[in-house]
Structure formats: C-alpha cells, structure tokens
C-alpha cells in the first residue's frame, strides 16, 4: 500500500481535469504526477539520504507534489507551520533528521523522470507535529495503510462531477489540509486553494471560482457569517456543502450560517490527527432536522458529531476503560484501521485491545 | 463489465470484496461467477 497510487488512479482515469488551482492556469491530475515525480527525483538526489522532506509553505502546488513525491521516494511528508519563528522551525527539523527541505520550485517538471511506481515504503506516510497544551508538540505519526483505509472507507473514487471545486483554506499542516489533498485527489474534485483566510477573500474566491465544496474551521465559519450578515451580496450561490470541524462549534454561529445558507447541505466532521481525520459526521438531513424541528431530540442533534463513519468503532468509557451507560460522559475511545495513535518519540495512546485513548470528553 | 477503474466488486458466494486500482481487459470473477457492485450509499463529503 502506498498513498500515492491515490494520484496514481486520478491521473490514469481523470488525467486531463484540473486537480488544483483555477480552470484556465491550474495543475491538471497528469501534470500533478509529473510533479509529484519531480519531487521524487530531488529528494533520490539528496546526498544525506533523507528518510523525511519538510514543507515549509503555506497551501500552493509544492504541497501535493511533495505529498505524493515523498510516497514515490519512500520517504515521510512532514508539513511544518510556516509562521512559527526560525528557532522553533529549526528544533522541529533536528527531530526529523535525516531531512530535506522542499523548494516550491521542485514542482519544475523539467526533473521529472520516468520511474517503477513504488511498493510499501518502511517510513510513515505523514508526520504532523501535533501542537500540544504543555510540552513540546508531539509528533504524530501516519501510515500508508491508515490513511489509504480512511480514503477507500470513506470515499467513492472519481464520484466528484467535473464542475466541481472545493475551496481549502485549512492550512497543509493539519490533518484537514493533509485529508483535503488525498479526498479530493481521489474523487476528482477540483482544490481551489486559499492560502491565507480572510472572510472576505473566502468569499471573493469561492464566488469567483463557482466553489461548491467547502471545509472550514469554527473561527472561519463565524468570521464568514458576520460578513455575510452585513452584506446581503456576500453570498456564494453555487456552494452545495460545507463541512467544519477541528474544535467545537458554537449552536449559536451555526444556526445563523444554517439560516444564512438554506440551500447548502452542512457537515459537522469529528476526527483527530492520530485518526487519519474523520471518523464521525453529522449529516445535513440531521442538520435540517435540528433546525426546523420542535423535537428536543432532533434539535439536540446540532450538539452531536454524529454517526461513526465505516470501519470506525468509537466507544464512551470510564477511567477504568469499561463503556458507560447511553447519557453518561466519558473518553472516547476510537478503534479501526485508520486510526494511529503513535508517535516518534512518544508513547502511543493506543491500548493492548487498540483503541485509541483520545483524551476528548463526550 | 466488472473491471472499473475505483469500482468495488463483491464476490456473491463468499463476500470477498476488491476495489480496482488499474483499469484492465479482464473481467472480474470470484468462484466462477462475475462479482457484482454492492450498493453502497455515498457518505456526504467531510474534506
């Protein structure tokens, strides 16, 4: 297993759709590939042997390039946060070593090479510095087979219609902009990307580019809303769903956004990094029910992260582990095949049964 | 025919499934019999 049969299956069957970018100047699925070769090839050229290639860049084509390209080469993916100060950078690299860094001009097709595609490589696919309360952040660890179970339990392949576009701004090291690159790669949706958010360029871009996906964070969501409430043209008339997740979503801005988009079907997605991403989703009939319902059950429901997703089991237990009674708060507990729960250097929060500790109370 | 690029085909008499990663000329059978498409209802888009 390796993810980059990912890109590989897009370029053979959607070769010449355009995977990222805008219509007319984007990278289509075959040139993606050829980028992702190119990277490849730089990383072999690497005298130190690199085992990981950092990206230091906020969302632009290097980052599926080197995404791909690091599974063509064998080695991890290890997107950094590029706004963190040159020390911190520097200690988050000591703790990758052997590594190269990417250029963004890698992408340059001109190095690409013909070569056998790749068996299982040993190292992780993607290493996520996970940004942690106390300490230093952890340094999470996925593999090639958990996030190829996420994609293929998950998603149909090429089910995206080639008039679609999802706007990404969710940044390309958390595991949502890491999850946008291999989802949409695999159903053949267009990434419209937007590497620095502002409510107003959000909307601007994904009015421009007819966008009918989306993925944001709470804070986007609620910065989006109070622009659109001023502005009754702040509108994006082609954007069929929205998906949001990574913290907690206040009732109150996602009842103004429901009434705000009546015509947009809305996702709450819940997962972590240690779990490929998500592993719950809360549908948008459960979103219309909440909302247009007196019901106290369906209206509860907006509180709700929903429905385990395939291949996912996600238990409630107590400090001892034992599950708790319908009701009653707990842990969860999150087993399946796309869940990690390791680290380099850190002990895994995965127990002796698998299930992965998540230290969330729900 | 059974052998669509990304397809999931499921063995009627012993439920082995298999998902195609590189179109082919073949077709997929299992115990003698084409495999078949499950059903299976998309899950809404979380990326």
Not at chain 1, 4 to 20: C, H
Not at chain 1, 191 to 203: C, G, K, Q, S
Not at chain 1, 247 to 266: C, G, I, K, Q
Not at chain 1, 310 to 324: Q, T
Request: proline fraction near 6%.
């Amino acid at each position: 297993m390796n993810v980059a049969m990912v890109l590989e299956m897009a370029a053979d069957a959607l070769g010449d759709r355009v995977a990222f970018g805008g219509l007319d100047d984007g990278l289509t699925y075959a040139e993606l590939r050829r980028a992702a070769r190119a990277v490849a090839q730089r990383i072999d050229e690497d005298h130190g042997k690199a085992t990981t290639v950092a990206v230091i860049d906020a969302l632009a084509p290097i980052v599926p390039a080197a995404l791909f390209g690091a599974a063509w080469a064998g080695v991890s993916y290890a997107p950094l946060n590029f706004r963190l100060p040159d020390a911190q950078l520097d200690e988050l690299i000591a703790r990758l070593q052997p590594a190269v860094i990417a250029a963004p001009n890698w992408v340059d097709t001109e190095f690409a090479t013909a070569r056998e595609f790749p068996g299982a490589p040993e190292m992780p696919a993607v290493v996520l510095f996970t940004s942690g309360t106390s300490a230093a952040p952890k340094a999470a660890v996925l593999r090639h087979d958990q996030l190829l179970a996420y994609v293929f339990n998950t998603l149909e392949f090429g089910s995206a219609g080639d008039h679609e576009a999802a706007i990404v701004s969710v940044p390309p090291f958390h595991i949502a902009g890491v999850a946008a690159v291999l989802s949409s790669t695999y159903i053949g949706r267009r990434i419209v990307p937007l590497p620095r958010f502002t409510a107003e360029d959000w909307i601007e871009t994904a009015q421009r580019e007819g966008v009918t996906h989306a993925t944001v964070v709470p804070t986007m969501l609620a910065r989006i809303v109070q622009v659109m409430e001023g502005d009754p043209g702040a509108r994006v008339p082609t954007l069929r769903h929205l998906a949001y997740g990574g913290a907690r979503m206040h009732t109150s801005v996602l009842e103004r956004a429901l009434h705000l988009m009546p015509e947009t079907d809305f996702v709450n997605a819940y997962g972590l990094t240690e779990t490929s991403s998500t592993v719950a989703l809360l549908g948008p009939d459960d979103h219309r029910l909440a909302l247009y319902s007196d019901e106290p059950l369906f209206k509860n429901r907006l509180a709700s992260v929903g429905r385990a997703v395939p291949g996912i089991e996600i238990r409630i237990a107590d400090p001892a582990g034992a599950e708790v009674a319908a009701d009653v708060p707990g842990e969860i507990l999150i087993r399946g095949e796309q869940v990690s729960g390791d680290y380099v250097g850190s002990d895994s929060k995965v127990d002796a049964d698998r299930w992965l500790h998540t230290g969330d109370r729900g | 025919m059974a052998n669509q690029m990304g397809k999931r085909y499921m063995c009627t008499v012993c439920e082995a499934t298999v998902l195609v990663t590189k179109a082919g000329e073949g077709e997929l059978t299992c115990h003698g019999v084409v495999m078949e498409m499950p059903a299976a209802a998309p899950l809404p888009s979380s990326d």
